[in-house]
């Protein structure tokens, strides 16, 4: 990482009037209100976002559904002296939504030789020194055979116990289990799986078998804390879910299925995922509202509109009306009154009080239904919801104003492009947006280094999960180039948030967050958007660069009088910028300086999570007019006060 103490910041009062390369900043009015949306999250299951990465819940497969033949992610225990075997039962389910169990037999066992099933979590179960673990299962054993059976966590070479307890009770009848472990003082590893054992000859059967790390805010089917604790730190103020093409699943009959995903999680079947795996639902809608308020941010909510992946559609009119009718539903499990029928079960999931709702978005890109039928279904859906809730604001996917007749109150438009591509586009940004038209979303964008691996391409599945300092100076000029425009760009969020960082986990990159079960780490990308997000007045000011190819965007908070400059270098060499802020007379002299700088090839990852991160100064001198310069492939936010 090139150190940014390297570079001389030159600060010094100068005349302006200097031919120079400058950066002019108009103080004198506002060019419009910046939205208090404007920063946001997308998410969706893509990547293993949530099963393997944000949903807490450490075993993989614990419904024993994932696979229809063989009870995949789970191995059988045994060595030399024991024998067992495990295989898929459908006789005797749990319940209706979870059908098929597993069968543990085990034919010979002792007390200091057990066997059993091992579970090896998703890429490792994390061992935490001096951690509570929530363990618990369903179980029935065949008659006459009691137990015990015993729950642990182990070492993948079996020689280490982390934590271990003993099930007693088991019947012929189902039961839940719960069990606490505890791990002492252990160096934190991932070579670990969860095990449960019999030490003497019998037959089990089990169903939801689940485990618990401590959760963000103790949340029982909560959320990783060190992924919570990352996005909390980009404090966003929306949450755009669930999808994304997750919303849509490959066959219509593979939709977000919301109704499903409610209740305790062992009523919970799970859904096919769009992504190439299934989906557990243990991140169900309720999960997702209370995540959004577990950051303080309202949710977006995305319904399923009558178009899947593969390109199938439900024609507007009568057989369209089931899928309005569990859009209208969705909505009133989110904000109706407890004596609706959705809000009174949503109080009976525990959360009587409604959720704040604004904005919902009808589908996802349905710019590629190739039938064009989008036009007849928003303007169904749109109606019922409007009649319903004439005050919540609708989103189309498609950039069109008037749909079937109907006027969005805002599009979401995607943007995908390499950094060089929005090194263009972002400078003359706003003579793009039809300032006369709706709202603008941009719901999904992200950088990506190079436009020969562009993130559906297979070439980018070679590039590491998350992407460079050179992506970072893209994602840099697109959202100093949206903040510009802030008063008709309402809401935005970069995407794919999440991405666990194991081979074989991912279908998409660039992303902003990697993990592996242990830990996590947030991209160059990642700090560009917390520093953009965290320093924001109220106020757009205008900007002039001249003789540059330096980026950038000012606000002005209204109620302290802060300006805040943000400012993208996007070249090899550093850059001296005049800077002069007009109608300001006088300035408070010490300003403080963010900046993320770095070679374009830098990058952070579990082994260098922060190689490339923000460093804070302060600046003095500072005057109306003054120059700065930046450092090489830089992003620089200058925060300054009036006097
Ligand atoms: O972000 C990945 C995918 O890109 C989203 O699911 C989809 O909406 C877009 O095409």
């Not at 949340?219 to 994304?244: A, C, E, S, T, W």
């Not at 303080?296 to 199938?312: C, H, K, R």
């Not at 303007?379 to 989103?395: G, N, R, S, T, V």
């Not at 100076?473 to 008063?487: Q, S």
Request: aromatic share 8%; with cysteine; hydrophobic share 40%.
């Amino acid at each position: 990482m090139r150190s940014i103490s390297t570079f001389v910041i030159l600060i010094a009062s100068a005349s302006c009037l200097a031919a120079s390369p400058s950066f002019t900043i108009d103080a004198s009015r506002s060019a419009g209100q910046v939205s208090p949306r404007l920063y946001g999250l997308m998410t969706e299951e893509i990547n293993h976002s949530y099963d393997g990465g944000l949903y807490a819940e450490l075993i993989r497969n614990r419904a024993f559904l994932d696979d229809a033949k063989s009870p995949v992610n789970w191995s059988v225990m045994t060595d030399a002296a024991t024998r067992a075997t495990i295989a898929l039962d459908r006789a005797n389910p749990l319940n209706d939504n979870l059908p098929t169990n597993l069968r543990l037999t085990v034919t010979q066992a002792t007390k200091d030789q057990p066997a059993g099933v091992a579970n090896s979590g998703y890429w490792g179960i994390p061992v935490h020194p001096k951690t509570q673990y929530r363990a618990s299962l369903w179980a029935r054993a065949e008659a006459g055979f009691s137990g015990p059976l015993t729950v642990s966590i182990v070492s993948n070479d079996g020689r280490t116990v982390y934590a271990s307890e003993n099930i007693s009770g088991i019947a012929p009848g189902w039961k839940k289990f719960e069990v606490t472990l505890n791990t002492g003082k252990v160096a934190p590893t991932a070579q670990a799986r969860f095990v449960v054992t019999l030490d003497r000859p019998g037959t089990v059967w089990l169903n939801l078998v689940s485990l618990f790390p401590p959760t963000w805010n103790d949340r029982p089917n909560g959320l990783r804390k060190d992924i919570m604790q990352m996005l909390v730190d980009l404090n966003p103020k929306f949450l755009r879910f669930p999808g994304g093409n997750y919303v849509e699943g490959i066959k219509i009959e593979d939709h977000f299925p919301w109704q499903k995903t409610l209740g305790p999680i062992d009523e919970r079947p799970g859904h096919a995922g769009c992504w190439g795996y299934r989906s557990s639902d243990g991140m169900g809608l309720l999960e997702f509202l209370e995540w959004c308020e577990d950051m303080n941010a309202e949710p977006v909510l995305a319904v399923f509109a009558g178009y899947s992946l593969q390109g199938d559609y439900i024609k507007a009119g009568p057989q369209l009306e089931p899928f309005v009718k569990e859009a209208v539903d969705e909505i009133e499990y989110v904000i109706g009154d407890t004596n609706t029928i959705w809000g009174a079960r949503r109080a009976k999931d525990g959360h009587p009080a409604p959720f704040k709702l604004n904005y919902v978005e009808i589908g996802n890109e349905d710019s590629f239904d190739k039938a064009n039928t989008y036009d007849g279904r928003y303007a169904q859906i749109c109606d019922a919801i409007k009649a319903k809730y004439p005050e919540l604001k609708m989103i189309s996917t498609i950039p069109w104003a008037q749909l079937g007749g109907r006027k969005a109150d805002m599009v979401d438009q995607h943007d995908y492009s390499a950094t060089d591509e929005f090194i263009q586009k972002a400078r003359d940004y706003g003579s793009q947006i039809d300032r006369h038209g709706p709202e603008v979303f941009v719901g999904e964008w992200a950088a990506h280094e190079d436009a020969s691996a562009r993130p559906w391409d297979a070439a980018a599945q070679k590039l590491p999960p998350t992407p460079t300092m050179k992506a970072a100076i893209g994602d840099g000029v697109f959202m100093a180039a949206l903040e510009r425009n802030a008063d008709v760009i309402k809401m935005q969020c970069y995407a794919p948030l999440l991405v666990n960082v194991n081979p074989g986990a991912r279908q998409w990159r660039p992303n902003l967050i990697g993990y592996d079960a242990l830990s996590t780490y947030g991209s160059p990308s990642y700090y560009a958007i917390q520093m953009f997000s965290r320093n924001l007045g109220d106020e757009i000011l205008p900007v002039t660069p001249s003789g540059t190819s330096v980026q950038g965007c000012a606000t002005r908070d209204s109620k302290t009088g802060k300006i805040i400059i943000k400012l993208v270098n996007p070249e090899l060499a550093p850059q001296s910028l005049l800077i002069e802020i007009k109608s300001i007379t006088s300035l408070k002299s010490k300003a403080t300086v963010i900046t993320l700088a770095g070679n374009p090839k830098d990058t952070n990852s579990l082994g260098r999570p922060r190689n490339v991160v923000p460093v804070t100064t302060t600046l003095r001198g500072v005057k109306p007019c003054f120059t700065y310069t930046l450092p090489p492939t830089s992003i620089v936010v200058i925060k300054l006060r009036a006097r």
